[in-house]
Protein backbone atom coordinates (compact mmCIF):
# COMPACT_ATOMS: atom_id res chain seq x y z
CA UNK A 1 0.00 0.00 0.00
CA UNK A 2 1.46 3.43 -0.57
CA UNK A 3 0.90 6.57 1.45
CA UNK A 4 2.06 10.39 1.12
CA UNK A 5 2.72 12.40 3.55
CA UNK A 6 3.00 16.40 3.31
CA UNK A 7 4.31 17.66 6.45
CA UNK A 8 3.94 21.35 6.31
CA UNK A 9 0.03 22.26 6.45
CA UNK A 10 0.32 25.82 5.71
CA UNK A 11 3.25 28.13 4.21
CA UNK A 12 2.91 31.76 3.55
CA UNK A 13 5.56 33.49 1.96
CA UNK A 14 5.62 36.67 -0.32
CA UNK A 15 5.28 37.50 -3.97
CA UNK A 16 8.73 36.54 -5.64
CA UNK A 17 10.31 34.26 -2.48
CA UNK A 18 11.20 31.11 -3.73
CA UNK A 19 8.88 28.34 -2.76
CA UNK A 20 9.39 24.59 -2.07
CA UNK A 21 6.77 22.25 -0.80
CA UNK A 22 7.47 18.87 0.85
CA UNK A 23 6.10 15.23 -0.03
CA UNK A 24 7.30 12.51 0.85
CA UNK A 25 6.09 8.84 0.07
CA UNK A 26 5.95 5.01 1.09
CA UNK A 27 5.91 2.08 -1.43
CA UNK A 28 8.41 -0.73 -2.51
CA UNK A 29 7.87 -0.92 -5.51
CA UNK A 30 7.76 0.95 -8.71
CA UNK A 31 6.17 4.43 -8.59
CA UNK A 32 4.34 7.06 -10.51
CA UNK A 33 4.21 10.52 -8.68
CA UNK A 34 2.19 13.82 -9.07
CA UNK A 35 1.41 17.18 -8.18
CA UNK A 36 -2.13 19.05 -7.90
CA UNK A 37 -3.41 22.29 -6.98
CA UNK A 38 -6.74 23.13 -6.39
CA UNK A 39 -8.13 26.73 -5.78
CA UNK A 40 -10.46 27.30 -3.29
CA UNK A 41 -14.17 25.82 -4.20
CA UNK A 42 -12.51 23.93 -7.43
CA UNK A 43 -11.45 20.60 -8.78
CA UNK A 44 -7.86 19.73 -9.01
CA UNK A 45 -5.59 20.68 -11.70
CA UNK A 46 -2.41 18.69 -12.93
CA UNK A 47 0.92 20.36 -12.26
CA UNK A 48 3.36 17.75 -13.26
CA UNK A 49 4.07 14.06 -13.05
CA UNK A 50 7.27 11.58 -12.69
CA UNK A 51 7.25 7.44 -13.45
CA UNK A 52 11.06 7.01 -14.94
CA UNK A 53 13.80 9.12 -16.66
CA UNK A 54 14.91 12.85 -15.62
CA UNK A 55 14.51 13.20 -11.54
CA UNK A 56 13.49 17.00 -12.12
CA UNK A 57 10.48 17.64 -14.30
CA UNK A 58 9.00 21.10 -14.95
CA UNK A 59 5.43 21.71 -15.03
CA UNK A 60 3.62 24.33 -15.86
CA UNK A 61 3.43 27.93 -14.33
CA UNK A 62 7.26 27.35 -13.30
CA UNK A 63 6.89 24.74 -11.11
CA UNK A 64 9.17 21.90 -10.98
CA UNK A 65 9.54 18.95 -8.90
CA UNK A 66 12.37 16.66 -8.32
CA UNK A 67 12.53 13.15 -7.24
CA UNK A 68 14.50 11.77 -5.17
CA UNK A 69 14.57 7.72 -4.43
CA UNK A 70 16.99 7.49 -1.71
CA UNK A 71 14.49 10.65 0.39
CA UNK A 72 11.48 8.70 -1.03
CA UNK A 73 10.39 12.53 -1.81
CA UNK A 74 8.80 14.68 -4.63
CA UNK A 75 9.28 17.96 -3.32
CA UNK A 76 7.70 20.91 -5.18
CA UNK A 77 9.52 24.06 -6.10
CA UNK A 78 9.42 27.28 -7.68
CA UNK A 79 11.40 29.75 -7.96
CA UNK A 80 9.43 32.71 -7.82
CA UNK A 81 5.92 32.80 -6.84
CA UNK A 82 2.83 34.97 -7.80
CA UNK A 83 -0.03 35.95 -5.83
CA UNK A 84 -2.24 33.68 -8.00
CA UNK A 85 0.14 30.84 -6.78
CA UNK A 86 -2.02 31.13 -3.68
CA UNK A 87 -3.86 27.61 -3.63
CA UNK A 88 -3.68 24.08 -1.77
CA UNK A 89 -1.30 21.95 -3.63
CA UNK A 90 -1.60 18.01 -3.36
CA UNK A 91 0.84 15.45 -4.26
CA UNK A 92 -0.31 12.00 -5.01
CA UNK A 93 0.98 8.20 -5.72
CA UNK A 94 -0.03 5.39 -7.47
CA UNK A 95 1.32 2.07 -7.63
CA UNK A 96 3.34 1.84 -11.17
CA UNK A 97 0.26 0.39 -13.16
CA UNK A 98 -1.90 0.67 -10.71
CA UNK A 99 -5.53 2.66 -10.93
CA UNK A 100 -5.66 3.97 -7.62
CA UNK A 101 -4.38 6.87 -6.84
CA UNK A 102 -3.55 7.95 -3.19
CA UNK A 103 -3.21 12.12 -2.35
CA UNK A 104 -1.36 13.51 0.89
CA UNK A 105 -3.51 15.65 3.43
CA UNK A 106 -2.48 18.86 0.87
CA UNK A 107 -0.68 21.86 1.72
CA UNK A 108 -2.16 25.40 2.09
CA UNK A 109 0.30 27.88 0.07
CA UNK A 110 -0.36 31.65 0.55
CA UNK A 111 1.29 34.42 -1.36
CA UNK A 112 1.30 37.79 0.44
CA UNK A 113 1.78 40.88 -1.86
CA UNK B 1 -8.03 22.38 -18.89
CA UNK B 2 -10.37 19.60 -17.91
CA UNK B 3 -13.26 18.38 -19.38
CA UNK B 4 -15.31 16.76 -16.43
CA UNK B 5 -18.92 17.94 -16.20
CA UNK B 6 -20.19 17.02 -12.27
CA UNK B 7 -23.33 18.20 -11.73
CA UNK B 8 -25.26 19.36 -9.82
CA UNK B 9 -22.70 21.61 -8.08
CA UNK B 10 -24.31 21.93 -4.54
CA UNK B 11 -26.80 19.55 -3.30
CA UNK B 12 -28.63 19.85 -0.02
CA UNK B 13 -30.20 16.71 1.59
CA UNK B 14 -32.33 15.78 5.03
CA UNK B 15 -30.59 13.09 6.50
CA UNK B 16 -32.11 9.64 5.43
CA UNK B 17 -32.78 10.86 2.08
CA UNK B 18 -31.22 9.53 -1.20
CA UNK B 19 -28.35 12.13 -2.58
CA UNK B 20 -27.02 11.35 -6.35
CA UNK B 21 -24.48 13.00 -8.29
CA UNK B 22 -23.64 12.38 -12.05
CA UNK B 23 -20.14 13.13 -13.72
CA UNK B 24 -19.50 13.34 -17.59
CA UNK B 25 -15.59 12.05 -18.00
CA UNK B 26 -13.67 13.72 -20.84
CA UNK B 27 -14.31 11.62 -24.25
CA UNK B 28 -12.37 8.90 -24.38
CA UNK B 29 -11.43 8.52 -20.91
CA UNK B 30 -11.94 4.55 -20.05
CA UNK B 31 -11.25 5.18 -15.94
CA UNK B 32 -13.40 7.11 -13.76
CA UNK B 33 -12.75 8.15 -10.52
CA UNK B 34 -14.94 8.87 -7.01
CA UNK B 35 -13.22 10.71 -4.30
CA UNK B 36 -14.56 12.73 -1.29
CA UNK B 37 -12.80 15.54 -0.09
CA UNK B 38 -13.79 16.67 3.23
CA UNK B 39 -13.73 20.34 4.73
CA UNK B 40 -10.27 19.60 6.19
CA UNK B 41 -8.98 19.08 2.31
CA UNK B 42 -8.35 15.41 3.04
CA UNK B 43 -9.49 13.09 0.40
CA UNK B 44 -11.17 9.29 0.52
CA UNK B 45 -11.13 7.23 -2.55
CA UNK B 46 -14.86 5.77 -3.27
CA UNK B 47 -14.74 3.84 -6.25
CA UNK B 48 -12.86 4.09 -9.99
CA UNK B 49 -14.30 1.65 -13.03
CA UNK B 50 -13.04 0.94 -15.99
CA UNK B 51 -15.28 1.67 -19.09
CA UNK B 52 -18.60 -0.30 -17.16
CA UNK B 53 -16.89 -2.43 -14.51
CA UNK B 54 -15.90 -1.62 -10.85
CA UNK B 55 -12.06 -1.90 -10.74
CA UNK B 56 -12.00 -1.08 -6.71
CA UNK B 57 -14.27 0.65 -4.42
CA UNK B 58 -13.70 1.00 -0.60
CA UNK B 59 -16.16 -0.88 1.96
CA UNK B 60 -17.91 1.98 2.36
CA UNK B 61 -19.21 2.37 -0.97
CA UNK B 62 -20.32 -1.01 -0.96
CA UNK B 63 -22.83 -1.09 1.66
CA UNK B 64 -24.44 2.95 1.65
CA UNK B 65 -23.38 4.06 -2.06
CA UNK B 66 -24.86 3.16 -5.46
CA UNK B 67 -22.41 3.73 -8.57
CA UNK B 68 -22.45 2.92 -12.26
CA UNK B 69 -20.97 4.58 -15.46
CA UNK B 70 -23.05 2.56 -17.96
CA UNK B 71 -22.05 3.35 -21.34
CA UNK B 72 -23.45 6.55 -23.26
CA UNK B 73 -24.64 7.77 -19.94
CA UNK B 74 -23.44 10.09 -17.59
CA UNK B 75 -21.67 8.25 -14.61
CA UNK B 76 -23.38 8.78 -10.69
CA UNK B 77 -22.80 8.40 -7.02
CA UNK B 78 -25.83 7.49 -5.06
CA UNK B 79 -26.10 7.74 -1.68
CA UNK B 80 -28.98 5.63 -0.48
CA UNK B 81 -29.50 7.00 3.02
CA UNK B 82 -27.60 10.56 3.77
CA UNK B 83 -25.57 10.99 6.62
CA UNK B 84 -24.52 13.89 8.20
CA UNK B 85 -21.12 13.00 8.07
CA UNK B 86 -21.57 12.34 4.88
CA UNK B 87 -21.43 16.24 4.23
CA UNK B 88 -18.37 16.39 2.00
CA UNK B 89 -17.07 18.07 -1.89
CA UNK B 90 -17.67 14.86 -4.04
CA UNK B 91 -15.09 14.83 -6.85
CA UNK B 92 -15.45 12.94 -9.68
CA UNK B 93 -11.87 12.19 -12.21
CA UNK B 94 -11.39 10.29 -15.24
CA UNK B 95 -7.97 9.51 -16.97
CA UNK B 96 -7.15 7.54 -19.96
CA UNK B 97 -5.50 4.51 -18.39
CA UNK B 98 -2.70 3.79 -14.99
CA UNK B 99 -0.50 5.99 -14.42
CA UNK B 100 -1.47 8.61 -16.60
CA UNK B 101 -2.56 12.43 -16.24
CA UNK B 102 -5.91 12.53 -13.53
CA UNK B 103 -8.95 14.84 -14.96
CA UNK B 104 -10.80 16.62 -12.23
CA UNK B 105 -14.37 17.88 -12.47
CA UNK B 106 -15.29 20.91 -10.00
CA UNK B 107 -17.37 18.54 -7.71
CA UNK B 108 -20.25 18.28 -6.32
CA UNK B 109 -20.84 19.97 -2.38
CA UNK B 110 -23.35 18.01 -0.76
CA UNK B 111 -24.39 19.11 2.85
CA UNK B 112 -26.51 16.90 4.92
CA UNK B 113 -28.61 18.84 7.22
Known amino acids: TQTVSQSDAHVTVFEGDSVELRCNYS??????LSWYIQHHGHGLQFLLK??????VVQGVNGFEAEFSKSDSSFHLRKASVHWSDSAVYFCAVSATGGYKVVFGSGTRLLVSP | NSKVIQTPRYLVKGQGQKAKMRCIPE?????VFWYQQNKNNEFKFLINFQNQEVLQQIDMTEKRFSAECPSNSPCSLEIQSSEAGDSALYLC???????????FGKGTRLTVV
Open chain 2, 27 to 31: KGHPV
Open chain 2, 93 to 103: ASSPGPNTEVF
Open chain 1, 27 to 32: YGGSIY
Open chain 1, 50 to 55: YYSGNP
